[in-house]
């Protein structure tokens, strides 16, 4: 059984920390796509990081919610990243981005209907047989919802999970962001999701937009998220939590004072 | 409605930034909205920054209008979303060539970027080649285009803050980019070489690539011509590979 782990996002701005210093972190997560490239430098920035830290992949593009399935030539793509990178987990969203040829490059919510679950689960099938492991489904952040949805956002990633085997990459920010937008006890989330299949943790910031709370990943984490944290990890095992920073991207320091934050919270449930 | 109907119809949303059936009405459509332009929009600032620079923020911003509502994503990656810019800039700006090769040097800046790893060849590699059989290969990060106006020396000028005129050049040129190690390079190259490179990246031939030069500057010349840019290219790490046919 693994201990707690503490990671961080793998940024541009911090490419010569994680490649010349002592960086501590458990691991490092970079978006798999901005190294499904043929070569060039972003590769062997990869290389070079695997060889001093573990790695997840954490991927945008996969669109577990399409309705028409997985595009082959992503998911081959991905594949041989996996083979490479040997990567600590494999994840992505439960959202959609495509429909047909048309690709938005965002996160767009699912109805939770029977018919989408299915597909889902379809999509993670297909997805976990090709990449020949399990890999982990995070909870987006959303702006709106369905008249067409049947059960919660948590009822549905419960039965996702029991169906498919895959693990969950629980964003406790998301969590917070989306109750918040859509009026439901967050804590009803974390009761309702199957705990012992959460293998990592999300952790960033959010900015008030008129009205929502918007998923924007530019600011520290803050007093609401980092309590809910701490209720998160009373309730699951060993896990590994990272820092999710995306924009105005402060200096290394700053972020692993941020994962010192987790690192006490997490050390404290445990002592509790 | 199914999964299917629900997604065509956001498609649909964003697209045309209209509402469509299937999805609420409400702030979050607005959020979703704005999502999708601003990221296309993004990807073409940071693809073109110095067309973007050029031609200013209101220009810049109408191209990138006119090419988010004409082109819909279709990549798995964003990134891709810059490759079809310079099409649209031809038809928003149709009598610029000026800026369809600025904006061609900075994507092409960016493919070579992270294209395959070929390593050049040495100069072990060359000593055994029988050169009337002899077939270049070119680094797969070697782009190449005709140039008619000075766009090379105006991409110099903008990446180092400096000013200079945009011309018709007196004769048409080609630019030439790739990569060496991992930094992407631009070279401005006269007709001659630039024809010369052509023939060597459709052909291979370096047989070929002596006859062509021979053709255009003479037989003396065209023999010590084919000998300079072989060394040239050589230096400049575009061969990747020799082989005997």
């Not at chain 1, 990633?157 to 962001?177: E, Q, Y």
Request: hydrophobic letters at 45%; a negative charge; one cysteine or more.
């Amino acid at each position: 059984m693994h201990a707690h782990r503490f990671g961080l996002g793998l940024r541009r701005e911090h490419y010569r920390d994680f490649l010349e210093g002592d960086v501590d972190v458990d691991f490092v997560e970079v978006i798999s796509e901005n190294f499904m490239v043929a070569g060039g430098q972003p590769r062997d920035i990869l290389r070079r990081v695997r060889q001093r830290h573990p790695v997840v992949l954490h991927g945008v593009s996969m669109s577990l919610g399409s309705a028409d399935g997985l595009r082959p030539d992503y998911l081959a793509r991905l594949c041989a990243l996996v083979e490479e990178v040997e990567p600590m987990f494999v994840s992505d969203h439960l959202s959609w981005s495509r429909i047909g040829s048309f690709n938005s490059h965002d996160l767009l919510p699912l109805p939770y209907t029977r018919e989408a679950l299915d597909i889902v689960c379809n999509n993670i099938d297909q997805a976990q047989e090709a990449l020949g492991r399990t890999m982990l489904v995070e909870n987006p952040s959303s702006y709106l919802t369905y008249a067409e949805s049947s059960m919660t956002e948590w009822e549905f990633i419960s039965a996702m999970a029991k169906r498919t085997g895959c693990g969950l990459l629980l964003d406790v920010n998301n969590v917070f962001v989306s109750a918040s937008n859509h009026g439901f006890d967050p804590v009803d989330f974390l009761r309702g999701i199957p705990m012992n299949r959460v293998c990592q943790i999300h952790l960033a910031g959010h900015s008030q937009g008129d009205g929502l709370l918007i998923d924007t990943h530019d600011s520290a984490v803050n007093d609401a998220v980092w309590s809910l944290y701490a209720q998160t990890v009373a309730r699951c095992g060993p896990v590994a939590t990272m820092i999710e920073r995306d924009g105005d991207i402060p200096p290394l320091a700053e972020l692993l004072a941020e994962l010192d934050v987790a690192r006490r919270l997490a050390a404290h449930r445990e002592a509790a | 409605m199914n999964l299917a109907d629900i997604q065509g119809g956001f498609h649909a949303m964003l697209a045309t930034s209209a509402p469509a059936a299937g999805v609420p009405d409400g702030p979050g459509r607005a959020v979703y909205q704005n999502n999708y332009r601003t990221q296309l929009a993004g990807c073409l600032e940071e693809s073109y920054p110095l067309l973007r620079a050029f031609i200013g923020e209101e220009a810049f911003l109408h191209a990138a209008v006119a090419h988010i509502t004409r082109h819909p994503p279709q990549a798995w990656t964003i990134d891709a979303y810059a490759d079809g810019f310079g099409a649209t800039l031809q038809t928003v700006f149709p009598d610029n060539p000026d800026l369809h090769e600025l904006a061609w040097i900075e994507h092409a800046l960016g493919q070579a970027f992270i294209a395959a790893d070929a390593a050049p060849v040495t100069a072990d590699a060359l000593a055994a080649i029988d050169w009337d059989q002899a077939r270049l290969r070119l680094t797969p990060t070697l782009q190449l285009r005709a140039a008619g106006t000075n766009a090379a020396e105006l991409y110099f000028a903008l990446r180092d803050g400096a000013s200079v005129e945009t011309e018709m050049l007196p004769a048409p040129g080609g630019l030439l980019v790739w990569r060496r190690g991992f930094v992407s390079c631009l070279r401005a190259l006269d007709a001659i070489e630039f024809a010369a490179l052509a023939h060597l990246q459709r052909e291979g031939s370096f047989v070929g690539l002596c006859t062509l030069l021979v053709e255009r500057l003479g037989e003396e010349q065209g023999i010590a011509s084919a000998g300079a840019v072989l060394a040239d290219w050589l230096g400049s790490e575009l061969i990747t590979g020799v082989d005997n046919e």
